[in-house]
């Protein structure tokens, strides 16, 4: 049933022979697909006139590639231990280069979406992929140094994706930022064919078909019933918000249920086993909580405070927060490293105190605030995530028997992208209502302050939940005995 037995990472001191380069192809091509979930945000005005399509229309650009998202990474765990790491790799590149293909060449927008569609399928997969390949690599002892590259993928790519997107449709058309990367995407599936040899364990794990619809049902009608909140910003949407949460949430309760009992024979889609382990439900919460303010606050509220408030324009509000999110994605190695010698405890609980913090100096910010001040804050609260977000992450896997990470990195990647949804909806119809029931004189700045004391009151959930890491935490430590086999 096995296709070759991997030695267990609790007996592993050194990385074998060619890990580096094998990582380092995966996190190139990570970066790529990443990149390119952001890039195409700053083109958005161009396409509703270029494709004649209204603004609602042209978002799904964005939502429909997040929602995609939702629905494929959950499968993902299923899909690490049915094939091997080369399969998912070149089925990962492949559909992603396919999709970047499509997209240069949509005549209109529902090729264009259906090229996103495609594109996301392939940038689901990947990131798992990455997660997983390192913690069965890497030796206890040096993972958190190289899940701190990770972090460089996640926070780097989407901070410089509007970025780099401006610049392209500045000077070249929107085509260009799909005939950019698709080169990219091409060369690192070309030098994954040609170097990629991971020898893995590998189960003939039947496909349990009503579990996927669940899956697709649940995630999907969670995120488009959040997304449809944040978009509305208070208005009705066509579809009442609520109804497809609703639905989800049904769905996953069931998709929960049916995974418990398929557990038992080790048949599930998404192995459900990461939860008896203490650390990975405590680091788990506590990355919700980090990418609720990282998407919801940084990514969305302050651009919205920029942009309205500040009244500056979208080419200065990107480089207002670029300086952050490069602070974010450089801390990520050498944090990585700090974890490796003292564990998480240590770096997570000031980390959380300096997200704490300035989410609540934003609250201070007005009409009149220079945007030094602002970049200032921004760059705390970057700083702030830096600490916590390797060290959660390669916590809450490390402490996982091996049979278990795919089911765990998916699980950790499924609800990134939830938390973001939730950020973005929960922040964006608080400040609509704060700006409606304002009476101030600049009703936009009271409503951006009321949503981010929200922030800042989870700021402290946060930070208060950071004393439950337990103390010895360094990744050198073997997995939690906790674990149950079904």
């Known amino acids: 049933m096995t296709d070759t037995v991997h030695t267990a990472p609790a007996s592993r001191t050194a990385a074998p022979a060619g890990s580096g380069l094998l990582i380092g192809v995966l996190v190139l091509s990570a970066f790529v697909m990443i990149l390119n979930e952001t890039i195409l945000s700053v083109a958005l005005r161009d ?3 270029d494709l004649n399509v209204p603004t609602t229309t042209v978002q799904w650009l964005t939502s429909g590639f997040l929602l995609t998202m939702a629905v494929v990474i959950p ?3 299923f899909l690490l231990e049915r094939f091997s790491p080369r ?16 997209s240069a060449l949509a005549p209109g927008f529902g090729v264009l979406l259906a090229g996103r569609v495609v594109q996301a399928c392939g940038t689901a ?3 798992p992929l990455l997660m997983t390949t390192v913690m069965r690599l890497v030796p206890p002892q040096k993972r958190g140094a190289t899940m701190g590259t990770i972090t460089i993928v996640i926070a780097v790519a989407p901070a410089i994706g509007p970025t780099i997107g401006g610049a392209v449709l500045s000077s070249l058309g929107w085509r260009w930022m799909f ?6 995407s091409l060369a690192a599936l070309v030098i994954g064919l040609l170097r990629l040899r991971l020898d893995s364990e590998t189960r003939r794990v039947p496909l349990d078909v009503p579990s996927v619809l669940l899956s697709a049902i649940g995630f999907g009608g969670l995120l488009y019933g959040l997304s449809s909140t944040g978009e509305a910003g208070g208005a009705e ?6 109804l497809p949460i609703v639905v989800g949430v049904v769905a996953l309760v069931v998709f929960t249920w049916r995974q418990l009992r398929l557990q038992r024979r080790d048949r599930a889609l998404l192995d459900l086993r990461p939860f008896t382990h203490r650390p990975f439900v405590v680091a788990l919460v506590l990355t919700a909580l980090l990418f609720v303010c990282l998407i919801g606050a940084a990514a969305i509220l302050l651009p919205l405070y920029l942009q309205t408030v500040l009244r500056t324009s979208t080419f200065v509000s990107g480089l207002a927060v670029l300086p952050g999110g490069l602070v974010l994605g450089l801390l990520g190695r050498p944090v990585g490293a700090l974890f490796d010698r003292v564990g998480a405890r240590p770096l997570v609980i000031p980390g959380a105190a300096a997200m704490a913090l300035s989410l609540w100096l934003f609250t201070l910010l007005g009409p009149t605030s220079p945007l030094i001040a602002v970049i200032g804050i921004h760059v705390l609260l970057m700083a702030g995530l830096g600490l916590m977000m390797t060290p959660l992450m390669t916590e809450s896997l490390g402490v996982l028997p091996e049979h278990l990470y795919s089911h765990g990195s998916a699980i950790l990647s499924t609800l990134q992208q939830v938390a973001g949804a939730m950020g973005t909806a929960l922040f964006v119809s608080v400040a609509t209502l704060g700006t409606v029931n304002a009476s101030a004189s600049s009703p936009d700045a009271a409503g951006l302050r009321t949503a981010f004391v929200v922030a800042g009151c989870i700021g402290l959930l946060a930070f208060g939940l950071t004393w439950l890491i337990r103390r010895s935490s360094a990744s050198s430590d073997s997995p939690a005995s906790g674990d149950q086999p079904g």
């Open 47 to 49: 396409l509703t006139v």
């Open 75 to 77: 499968t993902t765990g």
């Open 87 to 102: 399969q998912v790799f070149v089925v990962s590149l492949t559909a992603f280069s396919l999709g970047t293909l499509i």
């Open 125 to 127: 997969v990947m990131l």
């Open 179 to 184: 005939w950019i990367v698709l080169p990219l």
């Open 237 to 242: 949407p066509p579809v009442p918000a609520w």
